[in-house]
């Protein structure tokens, strides 16, 4: 009887590890789990938000899993205490059939629908390219053209900062050029 509770024991053990391994190797095969380090509220560094009082109270971005990890959601230029506040929503999803984060949203303010993926996502950081789509009598529509490429190239200098520049595609010279002249700095907080 003795070695029938050991090996009863000894059985549920075994099953217990195998159980919790196998759940450790579904955890490591989603493949959105590449985006963990982004995920969080982003905001602007304060030497910045005390020389533009407009962005007290705003963060830059927002990224967060969905409940099961299939996409995550996006929100840019938003409030921090007024939850109809923000310029743009999206999802960055993996498409099954071509193998990318695709990434879509839209400029709530503006109408401006934003298509386009993210490349080379790794835990130094990721390259979101992506086509604005604007509407025929806007500023952009009117000078640029109505859909205008950009790219943007994101560094993590660590958990809780990273840096990004914004490039258009200038169908002139047909290359990309900087948008602002700065490098974005926005910190998780």
Same mark, same amino acid.
């Given at each position: ?59 830059? @971005?927002?990224?967060? @899993? ?51 993926? @993210? ?71």
């Amino acid at each position: 009887m003795k070695h029938k509770t050991n090996f009863c024991l000894l059985l549920f053990l075994l099953m217990t590890i195998q159980y919790s391994t196998s759940q450790e190797e579904v955890k490591k095969e989603n493949p959105m789990d590449v985006f963990e380090p982004l995920v969080g509220i982003w905001h602007a560094p304060d030497s910045i938000i005390k020389k533009t009082p407009p962005m007290q109270g705003r963060a830059i @971005f927002k990224f967060e @899993f969905d409940k099961v990890h299939s996409h995550i959601k996006v929100l840019e230029d938003f409030s921090l205490t007024d939850n109809e506040d923000f310029a743009f929503t999206g999802i960055i999803s993996l498409n099954a059939l071509t193998g990318k984060y695709e990434f879509f949203g839209v400029n709530t303010q503006r109408n401006f629908l934003f298509k386009g993926y @993210f490349s080379n996502v790794s835990s130094v950081g990721f390259t979101r390219e992506y086509d604005v789509y604007y509407p025929k009598d806007s500023y952009m529509g009117k000078n640029f053209g109505q859909v205008i490429s950009f790219r943007e190239d994101f560094v993590f200098h660590d958990d809780n900062m990273m840096s990004f520049d914004i490039k258009f595609y200038n169908s002139r010279n047909k290359r990309y050029e900087m948008w602002s002249e700065n490098k974005h700095v926005v910190v998780k907080k």
